[in-house]
Nanobody, 124 residues
């Protein structure tokens, strides 16, 4: 089992940057692909980014492509989401998740463990 704890959310202005962190417990961190999702009030959970077990492959949702970067640090059992050029429509609760699937997954059902979420608010 993996426990995930997100941090780094907050209130920023449009155009600012923010980096989210997700730290995993346990020694099996490197056996999971990792993903970030977000959910705004009244909307469905949306795929943001995913990274493979090795960190060699990444995939992004269309709305964040070119602005967000996902990375992982195996030594720290941590996955990051660097968010640049933030927009008000990026406002949401951001969730970190771990997946046992070999192929990078973009649907929430393919993820087995979830963090509690961290709020990101972007003002205009």
């Amino acid at each position: 089992q993996v426990q995930l704890v997100e941090s780094g959310g907050g209130l920023v202005q449009a155009g600012d940057s923010l980096r989210l962190s997700c730290t995993a417990s346990g020694r099996t961190f490197s056996t999971y692909a990792m993903g970030w999702f977000r959910q705004a009030p009244g909307k469905e959970r949306e795929f943001v980014a995913a990274i493979s077990r090795s960190g060699g492959n990444t995939y992004y949702g269309d709305s964040v492509k070119g602005r967000f970067t996902i990375s992982r640090d195996k030594a720290k059992n941590t996955v990051y989401l660097q968010m640049n050029s933030l927009k008000p429509e990026d406002t949401a609760v951001y969730y970190c998740a771990a997946s046992n699937w070999v192929v990078l997954a973009t649907t929430s059902g393919r993820y087995d463990y979830w963090g509690q979420g961290t709020q990101v608010t972007v003002s205009s």
